[in-house]
């Protein structure tokens, strides 16, 4: 809460400051208020340029040298963004879950008809008879793409009619993989 006496007392005070300066410049002589302007314009400049000047320009500076380290750390940042957007498209997705409906679909689809198919867990335990080796092998390299099998035992006897074998596989499905391609 300000008094109505302080205020006064306020615009007294500044009222005698204004006097007390008027009062002094009067009393010097135009040399001296010649040389009081001069050196009262290079404090001022001074000022402006120990306040507002030399931040910007030492800011700038500061800036200019940090520059090539922050492009590097940018280079380095796109360089692990890339890096870790490979690795992810690197990780193959899990294998489906293995089922004697999986393996007799894929069988059925390379014209392969099997005397048996026991799936247990991740082993697959096939039996072909008068088979096409083109074909067996063909399914081969697509079941282990898609499902994950790879073969651990085969017993592959060829028969007197062309590219005719009578097979026996052990196949065992892969649960983690990474991609190579």
Not at 103 to 117: E, H, M, N, W
Request: glycine letters at 2%.
């Amino acid at each position: 809460m300000s008094h109505p006496n302080s205020s006064a007392n306020f615009r007294t005070s500044i009222q005698g400051a204004r006097e007390s300066a008027a009062t002094f410049w009067n009393d010097r002589s135009t040399q001296e208020r010649k040389q009081l302007l001069v050196i009262s314009s290079v404090i001022l400049l001074a000022l402006l340029y120990l306040l507002l000047i030399d931040p910007a320009l030492s800011g700038r500076v500061e800036l200019r040298n940090s520059l090539p380290e922050l492009r590097q750390k940018a280079a380095q940042m796109q360089q692990l963004s890339r890096d870790a957007a490979a690795l992810s498209a690197s990780v193959a997705p899990p294998p489906p879950v293995l089922s004697k409906a999986i393996i007799d679909t894929s069988l059925a689809t390379r014209g392969l008809k099997p005397q048996s198919v026991v799936v247990t867990e991740e082993i697959v335990r096939i039996q072909l008879s008068s088979a096409s080796f083109a074909a067996l092998v063909d399914w081969l390299g697509e079941v282990q793409k898609t499902v994950r099998l790879s073969v651990i035992d085969a017993s592959i006897t060829a028969q007197t009619a062309s590219d005719t074998v009578n097979a026996t596989l052990t196949l065992r499905q892969l649960k983690s993989e990474s991609r190579s391609e």
